[in-house]
């Protein structure tokens, strides 16, 4: 049983295949704390009996306590999970035990995505707290997962006293672990253009962490963080993860005490929340991954994949090759007509690639980037002759066809805007700001839902549109609702996330055989709740091949290979204007769902004539880079010279390693990389070298790699078993 409840020491023991979770009530007032998280431990006994000092009597603060759920303002002075304000003011919170259920399986979050599992797959225990002065009851959800490192969490609270409650902070887990080893904190930093860089640093004294007021997860910092050892590289070093299931403000704070212990707290940011709880009103907050590794962050990026792949993406292309898409925002911009995209459809067609994908400007008068959004009607002068013979066009040439959307947004020359004013966030009496002169519907309201789901199930129903690319090209300011009370305008950050989710599930319900890529101005909503609805998201609109390296590496190091848009662009890049070789491009795109954003009628016919064989390396690579085990190997990012990862079949026969020499440097020799993840007794056929050479050989001696002439080259070596 992977959790166990001892009755008489009163610990629970929650076992994943290497780690262990351990809790426990203290004896008399029944606070429920924290035991133990690390390498899997035999034993369910308090592994040094229950802490807290003399609480029974209550004669000293509980501030040195590991309090599994902490809450404010009973002498526990740390960062804490909950807030809340009753109707006479008080703040104070002190839940204590009160009764717990363990199941098979795992119940689904309502309204809000969530990783899933068969009943034989998963374990979960649902630990009730009750907060007797003000009746508010927390439920603490865990979830083991039986053939991986992961326990997930989530919480339940639910006001049963007569008054109102509100709730100001409500987070989605907490960890506390002593510092005896110096950790240090990985989060994944970023920027438009720049998204999800690794940031490592050295726990320090005091709160520290991320945050992110935006109103979606942000370019800026990812809802991941993990705590190392000192030391931790891809192969060794304890690692503690956690990973937000969530889409908007969050998050991440790793506090070190006087007392030298860390508290990991992560969850929905509390700023500007307050959530009115009415009697017996329940609020449910985002889940949290938890990933423990006692090898390295290779093996936590290896438990993230497995986990995300199986349980939490979702839809027809889950577990399959995406088609080879053109993409023409780089293309054309908004200067395209039917006639320029059937001769784009033409020219990729006869070159293998499999959907024309219109990106933004084909819909109401959408001629440039100051108008039009909400409208979402074809617009036929420049679809000319309607979309329905545009995607008829397309499907005779073989190819799908996909269209673009930015649903939530409005543009105040629009006529949308004109017809509903009051249906965008704003204040009254201030004038909304702007960016890229755009408002943010007001999704909290179930008539603006209505009329997104109506106006793109139009469309979408209107023609054989097979794939959506869904953008959000924004963060939320001027937040109000003209329709919620006063008393509820703290509910609309998070309410306009659980919108957000609602539209996608109304959308991949009513069309289960679209494809849906979410993007927000590239990799700005880059997450495992947007995962749930839509299996890929673009990456960045960052494509430089040299960029894409260290974006990827960081994306990558939480989200599988197969989520992350990477295409082919032409060059000089559109965004660093640097020049990379037609060759690297592709080798590193094949890193993710790979495809193409550019107008292929106008690149060089040399170009053109690399893309047949660059697709079918796409078709014989793709099933292995989307379901392989992803090793890291070396990060130019770090190295500055060049970078290199692998991808291993699950059964070892097969694998694919990149190797992109960034920088040429006279007297450098080139590196011999040691390979990972094969079987050391087997004998691989390396393609590029025409050899057969043995998995321990490659992984200890490693892979001489061919010598690269000149700067950003990239190479694929092929291992086959021999
Ligand atoms: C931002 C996206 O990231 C781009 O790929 C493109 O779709 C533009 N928006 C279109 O406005």
Redesign the pocket.
Known sequence: MAIIFNEKEKVFKLDTISSSYMMGIEGQLGHLVHLYYGKKIKGDAAPAGMPGINMAQKIWFMDGNPMEYPAGGCGDFREHCIEIETEEGYTALEPVYASHEITKGKPALPGLPATFAEEDDCTTIAIKLIDAPTGVQITLFYTVFENLDVITRSVRIKNTSDGVIRLTKAMSGCLDIGNEEGYELITLHGSWGRERCIERRKVARGRQGVSVERGTSSHQENPFMALVSPGTNQNMGEVFAMNLIYSGNHVEVCELTNGNLIRMVSGINPYKFSWKLEKDDEFVTPELVMVHSDAGLGKMTRTFHDLYRKHLLRGKYRNIKRPILI?N??GTYFDFDTDKLLAIARDAAKVGIEMLVV???WFGNRFD?NRALGDWFVNEDKVKGGLKYLVDEVNKLGMKFGL?F?PEMVCPDSDLYRAHPDWAFQIPGRTPALS?NQMVLDITRKEVRDYIVDSMSKVLSSANVEYI?W?M?RALSDVASLGLPADRQGEIYHRYVLGVYELQDRITTAFPYILLEN????GGRYDAGMLYYGPQI?TS?NADAIDRLTIQEGTALVYPLSTMGAHVTDCPNHSVGRTTPFETRGIIALAGTFGY?LDVTKISEAERNMIPEQTAMYHKYNDLVREGDYYRLASYSENKVYDSYMVVSKDKREALVTYASVRTIAGYPDPTIKLAGLDEDTVYHVDYLDRDVCGDVLMNYGLPVRHEHGDYKARLYHLTAV
């Open positions: 993409n925002w780089e990106d933004d400007g980037d673009w930015e890229r690319k953008d090209n993007c927000s101005s590239g673009w609109d954003e």
